[in-house]
């Protein structure tokens, strides 16, 4: 549930930074930002970064939208499915960095572009992928206007619906995506999984209603009595 602002550029080889702070900073992830931890809560140092030994990673925000600077959060390992672990996807991204040889100050969403330069992920780029995603997936054309609905702020939108949906509180949702009021409400949509939820909550077993023939609310009109008969 990231901000772009916290992790991708609008430019390939410049970063924003935080212009009102002493040094004026990078305003997204440095390598710094990221504390991974063992098995056992303690800390791994670089050398000790592999695959299975990583459990934990506890990201820090130094500067955010909601003015909570300095705020951690820590998320798990998720053993049932690698490929959508944060906690993988964290190191991944982190030992890119390192590979690349980004400057500690500097924002660790790299990437090695086609004649070996590094460079820094955009908001453009993330946006193009998604749509070639969705038009792949869901048959949307690419020059339809419901395709310009996919976007970075995606990310966000649909981390606060997956929680929904797993019936997560809202205080829960809250905290973990860091809102400070219930606005994450305006992110829920009308999804395909609220459908089939709402059509589950309106099946009802007949255990608690009366046997089909007492059901009747009404004297029935002269037509409805003869095809009653009819049917009888």
């Given at each position: 549930g990231l901000r772009k602002s916290e992790w991708c550029q609008s430019n390939l080889d410049s970063y924003e930074r935080i212009k009102r702070w002493p040094g004026k900073p990078a305003m997204a992830f440095i390598a710094a930002d990221f504390t991974f931890l063992g098995k056992n809560e303690e800390i791994l140092h670089a050398h000790e970064l592999t695959d299975n030994l990583v459990y934990y990673v506890t990201i820090c925000w130094r500067h955010q939208k909601n003015k909570q600077h300095g705020q951690k959060i820590t998320f798990a390992r998720d053993p049932a499915d690698p490929r959508f672990c944060p906690v993988r996807a964290a190191l991944r991204i982190y030992l890119?960095?390192?590979?690349?040889?980004?400057?500690?100050?500097?924002?660790?969403?790299?990437?090695?572009?086609?004649?070996?330069?590094?460079?820094?992920?955009?908001?453009?780029?993330?946006?193009?992928?998604?749509?070639?995603?969705?038009?792949?997936?869901?048959?949307?054309?690419?020059?339809?206007?419901?395709?310009?609905?996919?976007?970075?702020?995606?990310?966000?939108?649909?981390?606060?619906?997956?929680?929904?949906?797993?019936?997560?509180?809202?205080?829960?949702?809250?905290?973990?995506?860091?809102?400070?009021?219930?606005?994450f409400l305006d992110y829920l949509r009308n999804t395909i999984y609220a459908a089939e939820t709402q059509a589950k909550a309106l099946d009802h077993s007949d255990n608690n209603l009366p046997p089909e023939h007492r059901r009747r609310y009404r004297r029935l009109e002269l037509h409805e009595e003869l095809i009653a008969a009819r049917a009888a």
């Open positions: 890119r960095s390192l590979r690349l040889q980004a400057p500690p100050h500097e924002p660790i969403g790299v990437f090695r572009d086609t004649d070996g330069t590094r460079r820094f992920i955009t908001d453009t780029m993330v946006a193009s992928y998604f749509r070639d995603a969705a038009s792949k997936v869901l048959r949307i054309k690419r020059d339809s206007p419901d395709i310009q609905l996919w976007s970075t702020h995606s990310l966000r939108v649909t981390a606060a619906n997956l929680l929904h949906r797993k019936q997560m509180s809202d205080s829960f949702i809250q905290s973990r995506l860091r809102w400070r009021s219930n606005t």
